[in-house]
């Protein structure tokens, strides 16, 4: 068949509460035209991140029935701890309450003044984390990655021959090596089996401990069992085990790929390593045998842990992505390519020319979607990136909406609703207005900063 259903029926569901063009139009302006800071009510599909917004199943529900709130050594850690075991064989599992909390972890006994750290691209998390410890977040993606238009099937690798020299120009100052998988801050794209394996040995050679940012490892298992040489006859469980078999840590987002609301973990082999952080999540975050979670978030993620690697869900996972680009791709609207595992990547700069990478063509975009269609996005662009300590802004390296999808949330339906949303803004894009800051925070201020519109051709420093 050439239909790939959704491996799930509905059992229990929520409203969308349907707004009209005319309401959306004053609630984006009434918001400042910043989407953060619509209520998610006034919002038809919500794109704005894959975090914790996933359905949980029948079986993740009735887990929650059985979590145990015990201070210390209660069993629903025990069932958690031995269903991360099972995929990601580590000594040592330390439960957080998000993904950031084991990086602040990490970083508070890795980071440090003077201290440069590797990855493909690090997260926006990472890099804040490992630069509050006063050290420098390095990326070292392939030339690949960060072209939109090249088709590389493993866009997130990391270049071999730059990490090699890094290392050996920096030997003295770098603490570990990470990766990132799939690599979301490059457009969710993955990295292969090879490619862990080869980093995993220059950093042995180099006797630094390399570590996996693992959110998205079962979408990564997917692509490394569809594109990668000598893959496609192995389970699921399988590739994703020998992927963190040449890691010696990892940190993990459970509001990612193990179909949490909440939860995050920081597990290692070192036991020295292991003692230090335990002392840090004592005092951060909570006792070792639940960390930032309740027992029942640790059950609900035992058993998401279990149902993420299901090979049905993941060939579904994948394909609505590819299947919204292809057709993206058909409209003529340029994406970045190839589909990446969570989220589809609109390169507005290109789509919307006359718009001023000043005037920020990413929110004209995201805002265009809201107020067309109730779709919300995010734009990852010169709003997010553009502005400098120094306070100085620049146009960012790219400026791309995020359409970010939800776990088992949203249907082929939902899709074709959002395709029939682009061919309406294709209509009237080339009046898009421009914006233009009104105010905004010292640090990050995509979140909280206020937006006017402005003639399209103005950007703020043009
Ligand atoms: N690492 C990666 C690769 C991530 O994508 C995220 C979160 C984190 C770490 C931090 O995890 O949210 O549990 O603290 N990404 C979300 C997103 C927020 O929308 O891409 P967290």
Not at 86 to 108: C, N, Y
Not at 133 to 158: C, Q, Y
Not at 385 to 395: I, W
Not at 408 to 434: C, M, N
């Amino acid at each position: 068949m050439k239909t790939i259903i959704e491996p799930f029926r509905i059992k229990a569901v929520e409203p969308i509460r349907m707004t009209t063009r005319e309401e959306r139009v004053k609630l984006i302006r009434d918001a400042d035209y910043n989407l953060f800071a619509l209520q998610s009510d006034d919002v038809l599909i919500d794109l704005l991140t894959d975090s914790g917004t996933g359905a949980m199943s029948a079986a993740q529900w009735a887990a929650i029935m059985r979590g145990d709130e015990s201070y210390a050594g209660s069993p629903s850690f025990y069932r958690f701890e031995a269903a991360v075991k099972d995929l990601m064989p580590f000594k040592h599992v330390i439960p957080t309450h998000q993904g950031r909390a084991a990086e602040a972890i990490l970083f508070s006994i890795l980071g440090g003044q003077g201290r440069r750290i590797p990855n493909n691209t690090h997260f926006d998390t990472t890099r804040g984390n490992i630069e509050a410890s006063g050290a420098e977040a390095v990326d070292l993606v392939i030339d690949e990655g960060r072209d939109p238009r090249s088709t590389h099937p493993f866009k997130g690798n990391m270049d071999l021959d730059r990490l090699r020299a890094f290392l050996a120009d920096n030997h003295g100052s770098v603490p570990c090596v990470m990766m990132t998988i799939t690599n979301n801050a490059g457009g969710g794209q993955p990295v292969s089996l090879e490619n862990l394996r080869a980093v995993a040995a220059i950093a042995r050679e180099f006797d630094k401990p390399f570590i996996i940012d693992g959110c998205r490892f079962a979408e990564n298992a997917w692509f490394i069992r569809e594109r990668e040489p000598g893959q496609g006859e192995r389970g699921i469980r399988a590739i994703v085990r020998d992927c963190f078999e040449v890691a010696d840590a990892m940190t993990m987002s459970a509001k990612k790929d193990a179909f949490g609301n909440i939860g995050g973990w920081l597990a290692l082999n070192d036991d020295d390593m292991a003692e230090a952080a335990r002392a840090t999540l004592i005092r951060t975050e909570g006792f070792p045998t639940y960390g930032g979670m309740a027992g029942r978030d640790l059950e609900a993620l035992a058993q998401g842990l279990a149902e993420i690697v299901d090979e049905h869900y993941l060939r579904y996972r994948i394909r609505t992505n590819a299947y919204v680009v292809e057709r993206l791709d058909a409209l003529g609207v340029p994406v970045v390519r190839p589909a990446g595992g969570h989220a589809v990547f609109v390169d507005a700069r290109a789509w919307l020319p006359h718009i001023d990478p000043l005037a920020y063509p990413g929110q004209a975009l995201a805002v265009a979607l809201y107020e067309v269609g109730g779709i919300r996005g995010c734009e990852i662009g010169t709003v997010m990136f553009g502005r400098h300590p120094a306070g100085t802004e620049t146009p960012a390296a790219m400026d791309l909406v995020r359409l970010a999808f939800p776990r088992r949330t949203y249907t082929q339906s939902h899709a074709d609703y959002l395709i029939e949303v682009f061919e309406e803004v294709a209509r009237v894009k080339d009046g898009l207005p421009g914006y233009r800051i009104t105010w905004e925070p010292a640090l990050m201020r995509h979140f909280t900063c206020r937006f006017e519109r402005v003639e399209a051709g103005a950007g703020q420093g043009a």
